[in-house]
């Protein structure tokens, strides 16, 4: 006998979150470093940030609905308002710490650079881990787990309600 699984995937803990959110969002910070040196030899390197991070930011929170928070989907776009703002103040610790070794040192090595950049980056992701967590997704796994509570009666009320002749209906996610 089959049982049916829940869309609604299980809450992971702050730990395996954690490790989730490090694989995913320190995969994409990794790539990220390295697309930002390459397209600031075309561009300007505040740009350069300005445009890997938005597409790093979207891609990232994806991940993060889908795997590292449980949510079972995708992300809202509300949700992709909402982590924007950490994604901003990453933008702004990103770049003020290069802006402080460009002060520090007349010409950094390339090495010297991502060490800083990735410092900074890690500084923000726990910073940004705690944001997502506590404030973005929270609010969707409250809400879904309320409107789990409330469908089921409202699928009986249906299923009583309906006519005789009509065939039985199932319960099914909304």
Not at 113 to 122: H, P, R, T
Request: with cysteine; glycine share 6%.
């Amino acid at each position: 006998m089959e049982t049916a699984q829940s869309p609604q995937q299980a809450t992971p803990g702050a730990l395996t979150a954690f490790a989730r959110f490090v694989l995913c969002g320190g995969g994409v910070g990794l790539a990220s470093s390295f697309a930002v040196a390459a397209l600031a030899s075309l561009i300007p390197w505040s740009l350069a940030n300005a445009l890997i991070t938005a597409l790093s930011t979207l891609l990232a929170t994806e991940l993060h609905a889908r795997f590292t928070f449980g949510t079972g989907g995708r992300a809202t776009w509300h949700q992709h308002a909402q982590s924007a703002g950490s994604a901003a103040a990453a933008y702004a610790a990103t770049c003020v710490a290069m802006l402080v070794l460009q002060q520090l040192v007349a010409a950094p090595s390339a090495v010297l650079e991502q060490i800083v950049y990735l410092s900074a980056s890690a500084l923000a992701g726990v910073a940004r881990f705690a944001v997502l967590r506590l404030v973005v997704f929270a609010r969707n796994r409250s809400r879904a787990a309320a409107t789990v509570r409330s469908a089921s009666p409202l699928h009986a009320t249906v299923a009583r309600a309906a006519a005789p002749a009509d065939p039985p209906v199932l319960c099914r996610a909304a």
